[in-house]
């Protein structure tokens, strides 16, 4: 039977405007980081993407190197996205990046237009578009010549193959260079996408505040410290679960007897707000206003219905905010 969107996707879903453009996102968004590859059921993944826009979830987020094997993720998005949504492209928001190892030999990863060039076209085959809306630069290349690599971003939003075009991983000076290096070839930098989390917060210590200054957007990634700040660790590491099954996704060393402690207790402060653990670490990063949206993963449909709640309730009040820090030892 042929997809039909919900018609009240929209009524529900917050959306905010990306920094100083014309772009909002909705406040939760779906990335493909995992259980989109050709190891996952392709009858799950559609079922993931049309529970996300039935729900007012327009953006979908990707890279090149997405799978595994690297490439699947895009053509099992594009598969859906020919059979279910050749009437909604317009709607949607599709983003992916270049920057980690893709081919063999000397021009398969990096920052080089002619890696990025190559890789977008690949992209765009592989999902079947003329063009993404945003086109990331995954992670900073220090081989290659920052201006290089803004130029080829620029020059790609100029051939019409992405929309907007934003940063991934860079630390706040090379943001800084990169942003205005952009500015001064006319394509603005549109969203930077970093690791984010209420365990991981490095981007405090002045990413944030540069990129509220140079009107860019903030999309964190992880917000959920790769499943640790869900109820799926408290007790130990499930047999089912992405740290059992996937190599390096999640070390067991993270999960110490004091982490799952500040778990429990996170866990019961969440209770108390009437949320779930994860609902309140997506609501703890959406309490800013500097960030745009939170990328969400999810291996089944329920995970994403289970984090739209975090929507009604993304106030925190003073003692709320140090009780967080005190567990955590922020303070």
Known sequence: MPYTPHPDRYQAMAYRRCGRSGLSLPAISLGLWHNFGDVDPLATCRQIVHTAFDHGITHF?????????????????GRILRDDFRGYRDELVISSKAGYGMWDGPYGDGGSRKYLVASLDQSLRRMGLDYVDIFYHHRPDTGTPLEETVTALDHLVRQGKALYVGLSNYQPDQTAHAVQLLRQLGTPCLIHQPRYSMLDRWVEDGLLDLLERENVGCIPFSPLAQGLLTDKYLTGIPADSRAAKLPGALPPSQLTPQAREQLRQLDQLARQRGQTLAQMALAWLLKDPRVTSVLIGASRPAQITDSLPALTNIQFDPSELAAIDTILGEQ
């Open 61 to 77: 987020d990707l890279a090149n190197n997405y799978g595994p094997p690297p490439g699947s993720a895009e053509e099992n998005f």
